[in-house]
């Protein structure tokens, strides 16, 4: 059970093209978050929002650009992305920060060729 | 910075053996410790968490137990079924309470 969908749930994409992710979360959340989640290592946060305001910035490419228009939804913009950055995002939500529970959705597997 | 060890996997296990999946963590101030747990082909969700020493969380037969001496938040489950195969996470918030800060994952297998 999850009020957190993600769409695409699969894309595969060149290097010059430019698509966008989204997520929406059913559960009154203010809080929401992009993850990077790559074979053999850690979760990496991206972006952090609350209430529509970003937070947190992980150091992440300007190749990656995230975008709140309101507390429920999340989209991340693709632009010239590399073969590296192939992996499984992550959206999640919280009420509250991150010493509350939060909620993933199911995530986007992107393929960049 | 903060960080989170866990142990390595994959580990695989018969059912009905005991589970134990070793985290420690490394932060500033008193985080708030979790295990989350993903399926395959989903993302994570909430196992349990414990927010101060010696709480233990508890969750479908798993517990932890939170220890500031040794900076630990073990996983353990005294029977484990095939259902339970999955990749577990452990996390901390930091102090500030901004972010979760995990582990690199454990996948456990368990064979009927």
């Known amino acids: 059970e999850t009020g957190v969908t993600q769409t695409p749930r699969h894309l595969v994409m060149g290097m010059t093209n430019k698509k966008s992710l989204k997520c929406e979360q059913h559960?009154?959340?203010?809080?929401m978050y992009w993850y990077k989640q790559s074979a053999k290592k850690p979760l990496e946060l991206m972006f952090v929002?609350?209430?529509?305001?970003?937070?947190e910035n992980n150091s992440v490419p300007s190749r990656f650009s995230p975008e709140c228009p309101n507390s429920s939804h999340l989209f991340l913009h693709l632009h010239t992305l590399q073969p590296e950055d192939s992996a499984l995002y992550l959206c999640?939500?919280?009420?509250?920060?991150?010493?509350?529970?939060?909620?993933f959705g199911p995530g986007t597997r992107l393929l960049v060729l | 910075g903060d960080s989170v060890t866990q142990m390595e996997g994959p580990v695989t296990l018969s059912e009905e053996a005991f589970l134990t999946i070793n985290c420690t963590y490394t932060?500033?101030?008193?985080?708030?410790l979790f295990w989350y747990v993903q399926y395959p082909g989903e993302g994570l969700q909430l196992l349990l968490k414990?927010?101060?020493?010696?709480d233990k969380g508890s969750n479908k037969g798993f517990e932890a137990t939170y220890r500031k001496e040794t900076t630990s938040f073990h996983l353990e489950k005294g029977s484990v079924q095939v259902s339970d195969s999955a990749v577990y996470f452990c996390?901390?918030?930091?102090?500030?309470?901004?972010?979760?800060?995990f582990g690199q994952g454990t996948e456990l297998s368990v064979k009927p």
């Open positions: 929002y609350n209430f529509k305001e970003q937070t």
């Open positions: 999640a939500s919280s009420q509250g920060d991150a010493k509350e529970t939060q909620y």
């Open positions: 996390a901390l918030s930091d102090h500030e309470g901004g972010k979760l800060i």
């Open positions: 932060a500033t101030g008193y985080p708030s």
């Open positions: 414990a927010t101060k020493a010696d």
């Open positions: 559960l009154g959340h203010n809080a």
